[in-house]
């Protein structure tokens, strides 16, 4: 159902212009914004995706990825269709870039989604698959009725938002996983559409101005923004603007939507790319979409022990105390951390929500 959209002003020459991204769309009564889902409908906004989801599954923590946000517990993921961005390398295309919203799944509201989700015994609920940032009226309801169950909210997004809807669609998250698809401008504009400097705005209110634990990940593409020069001043950036624990992860690229001619990353380029961020003084670098058991581990920066022992998304050792603390030398972890019970594992599980609910 369309649901009123917020964020957007009436210009004098009969459109009205969307506020809530850099893109800054203009419509005509009818015309839908580069997102797809928000349109115009006479002389207002709405939200065609409201209470409308493309799926949801239970997925361990790990894979959104956060590493340090409540390790080994379960998520509950579920995304909408359409998307801010343009990416020409997009992994999950035929969700983010879906002009089908007649097929998503009904009867998806935010009770119902909390609910699934205490039900379920999972920590947090993630708003992923595509970029919440569209969605932001629906995700910041099911934000709040997650909050009135003790249910953590977690934000998987490319960071395009305006300064306004962002501070309020972050009041409503615990957690972000902010994908920073590279570190050029010619990158941004060529492959995504967009460009690089508001992104990197979100990334510096999240870590200075919220409580939104925070982490980032960065696909590396060889050829494209897998350099050691671009990988070195993303790494320093980060250290200088956002600090040493805000966690990087590297992932490993696989052809697919309008990029099938580039090869897949090696795990080279990811160990390399691992090491450039350990060395430019990062506490906290990981790989990802490969095996790369230590890569995915996290170790404490004062004594460099393995403190939580990954494979894949499995846990295999965690030495840590309930708050977050190295067992070895007591040092204390950046991260969200709890009493750590048997972990949720690598398993996938979809879900119809009515069943769970």
């Known amino acids: 159902m369309n649901h009123p959209g917020r964020w957007w002003h009436a210009l004098e020459d009969g459109r009205i212009q969307c506020d809530l991204c850099p893109r800054d769309c203009k419509l005509h009564d009818g015309q839908r914004g580069a997102c797809f889902v928000r349109q ?6 709405v939200l065609t995706t409201y209470n409308r989801s493309s799926g949801f599954c239970v997925d361990p923590i790990e894979k959104k990825p956060l590493n340090q946000f409540y390790p080994g517990t379960s998520v509950l993921s579920f995304g909408t269709a359409g998307c801010n961005l343009a990416c ?10 879906s002009r089908e919203v007649d097929t998503l799944m009904a009867e998806a509201s935010g009770d ?47 960071g395009y938002i305006h300064a306004e809807p962002r501070r309020e669609f972050y009041s409503k998250m615990d957690a972000a996983n902010v994908d920073l698809k590279a570190f050029t401008e010619e990158f941004y ?53 956002l600090g040493q624990d805000v966690p990087l992860h590297f992932t490993a690229f696989h ?18 790319a691992r090491e450039i961020g350990r060395l430019s003084g990062l506490n906290y670098v990981y790989t990802g979409n490969v095996h790369d ?20 998304y499995e846990i295999r050792n965690y030495a840590l105390t309930d708050a977050g603390a190295c067992n070895h030398c007591g040092t204390q972890l950046a991260g969200r ?15 119809r929500l009515r069943q769970a609910a």
């Open 40 to 45: 115009r409908e006479g002389d207002a906004m």
């Open 88 to 97: 020409k390398f997009c992994q999950n295309w035929d969700i983010s870039k």
């Open 112 to 158: 119902t989604i909390a609910q699934a989700a205490m039900q379920m015994g999972c920590k947090s609920v993630a708003f992923t698959y595509n970029d919440p940032v569209i969605f932001a009226e629906y995700a910041m309801d099911v934000a709040d009725a997650c909050h009135a169950r003790g249910i953590k909210t977690v934000a998987v997004t490319a």
């Open 189 to 241: 504009f060529r492959q995504t559409g967009a460009h690089l400097a508001p992104v990197l705005e979100t990334l510096e209110y999240l870590v200075h101005e919220t409580e939104v634990w925070t982490e980032i990940t960065t696909l590396l593409i060889p050829g494209k923004n897998d350099s050691d020069a671009e990988l070195e001043a993303e790494c320093r950036w980060i250290r200088k603007h």
């Open 255 to 272: 052809p697919d939507y309008r990029m099938m001619d580039v090869a897949p990353t090696p795990t080279s380029t990811l160990t390399r």
């Open 293 to 312: 058991a230590g890569g995915s581990s996290t170790y404490c920066p004062s004594c460099e022990n393995v403190v939580i022992d990954r494979d894949w």
């Open 337 to 351: 951390y709890q009493k750590f019970g048997k972990p949720f594992g690598a398993r996938r599980i979809p879900v």
